[in-house]
């Protein structure tokens, strides 16, 4: 562990970590978990925020976690800058950053994974093989590390969510999972680490996502129930405003994320695609 008067304790070694959160829960105290990739923004900080609600003890884990980027991703080019994050977390009293290499998260002679189900297979786990078994297996280990009592998830990663959520009720975790709302950029852009791969040019134009999600929301506020229809008009939207390409845009139920046909009391829209090189996702509860 390495710290300073003004930072939160850094721990690389996952096992002191875990000694730290224990320690704490001995002593009657509420553990909470913001778990990240790093490149910290403020739909990061928010989720810091709201966990500050739950317990006594706020850990950020910070970690680029190799076993969920699929061959040809962006694994080598993600933006990593530990102390700029450190600087960010500083106004919030973090009580513990865990910070661990690769190495230390899965050292030699590691050989397990936690298998996600049928709900890891659409959407994203169609276009990137592999991905939720990497998170459900990092996730796990990181609650497990910190002990959390309580876990902060981003509806930006609405399916990401989902999935965790299947996860801790299947396998009897004790956390419970928190969901904080998507943050955005004054003009609609969902944040996300990887906004910052986006030309002036790109930025513009990865506007359309919200504003088509946006549109979409507003059809279904005024009435509109048919889903097929409001999917359809959602990917031409999104082709109209000049997305690159587009993996998918469904109106899929909140719960099991199968397309629906009809809108219910539990919509939510969600779009993947390109603009220019970058991958974005994003989504909007149609219903809530
Ligand atoms: P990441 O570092 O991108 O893996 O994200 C870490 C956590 O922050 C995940 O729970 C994300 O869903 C959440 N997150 C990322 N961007 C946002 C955002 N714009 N608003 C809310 N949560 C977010």
């Not at 778990?35 to 910070?62: K, N």
């Not at 969920?68 to 994050?85: C, I, K, M, T």
């Not at 050292?107 to 298998?115: E, F, I, L, R």
């Not at 409001?230 to 998918?248: E, H, K, N, R, T």
């Amino acid at each position: 562990m390495s710290s300073s008067s003004s930072s939160a304790p850094v721990f690389h070694v996952p096992a002191e970590f875990q000694a730290q959160c224990l320690a704490w829960q001995r002593a009657g105290q509420r553990v909470g978990m913001v778990p990240t990739m790093g490149a910290l923004h403020e739909g990061h900080l928010q989720l810091v925020r709201l966990c500050r609600q739950y317990c006594d003890r706020v850990v950020v884990s910070i970690f680029v976690n190799p076993t969920q980027f699929a061959p040809g991703e962006d694994f080598d080019r993600y933006p990593r800058d530990l102390d700029a994050d450190l600087d960010l977390l500083r106004p919030y009293a973090v009580d513990g950053v865990l910070a661990p290499a690769p190495s230390a998260m899965y050292p030699a002679g590691y050989s397990s994974a936690v298998q996600p189900g049928k709900i890891a297979q659409v959407l994203e786990g169609q276009f990137r093989p592999g991905h939720f078994q990497g998170v459900t297996t990092v996730v796990a280990k990181l609650l497990g590390l910190a002990r959390a009592d309580v876990a902060i998830f981003g509806q930006k990663d609405y399916q990401q969510l989902a999935v965790i959520r299947r996860m801790v009720t299947d396998l009897n975790m004790p956390t419970e999972i928190v969901m904080a709302p998507t943050h955005r950029e004054p003009d609609g852009l969902a944040m996300s680490s990887r906004n910052r791969y986006l030309t002036p040019e790109e930025r513009e134009r990865a506007l359309v996502i919200a504003r088509a999600l946006f549109r979409c929301r507003d059809r279904v506020a005024a009435g509109e129930r048919d889903a097929r229809e409001l999917a359809v008009d959602l990917m031409q939207d999104l082709i109209d405003g000049g997305m690159d390409s587009i993996d998918y845009a469904v109106i899929a139920d909140g719960q099991t994320l199968e397309s629906l046909n009809v809108i219910g009391d539990d919509a939510v829209a969600l779009v993947a695609g390109h603009v220019g090189r970058t991958r974005l996702i994003d989504n909007l509860l149609l219903t809530k």
